[in-house]
Nanobody
Framework: QVRLAESGGGSVQSGGSLRLSCLYS??????????VAWFRQVPGHEREGVAI???????MYSDSVKGRFTISKDIGKDTTYLQMNGLKSEDTAMYYC?????????????????????WGQGTQVTVPS
């Protein structure tokens, strides 16, 4: 069983910053054994993968956030972060943390929703236009 809890969302002016956190708890021993990614979803649209990081710190980003968002993983705290800088109105969405065991996703390089079995409840980010 894997449980994920996001926090850190809120409302921020255009150009501002937020840092989202995703805390893992469960029975796979440690977040070291998980591949963790961030997704976002706007009502009426499909969920979009925005960032993923493996245990070596190698990160991958969608084109829409590259250069503005940074994903990082603190294994000791079982927490994955998404630092979001230069926020724009189009970044407004519900942000979700997703995870999959490395046994299922050994390359840890997918930003496809269907690659992940475990999801948090989401945290809302709003950037007024």
């Amino acid at each position: 069983q894997v449980r994920l809890a996001e926090s850190g969302g809120g409302s921020v002016q255009s150009g501002g910053s937020l840092r989202l956190s995703c805390l893992y708890s469960g029975s796979v021993g440690s977040s070291r054994n998980l591949c963790v990614a961030w997704f976002r979803q706007v009502p009426g649209h499909e969920r979009e993968g925005v960032a993923i990081v493996d245990n070596n710190g190698k990160a991958m980003y969608s084109d829409s956030v590259k250069g503005r968002f940074t994903i990082s993983k603190d294994i000791g705290k079982d927490t994955t972060y998404l630092q979001m800088n230069g926020l724009k109105s189009e970044d407004t969405a519900m942000y979700y943390c997703a995870a999959e065991t490395l046994g299922w996703l050994p390359l840890c390089n997918s930003l496809r929703e269907r690659s992940y079995r475990y999801w948090g409840q989401g945290t809302q980010v709003t950037v007024p236009s």
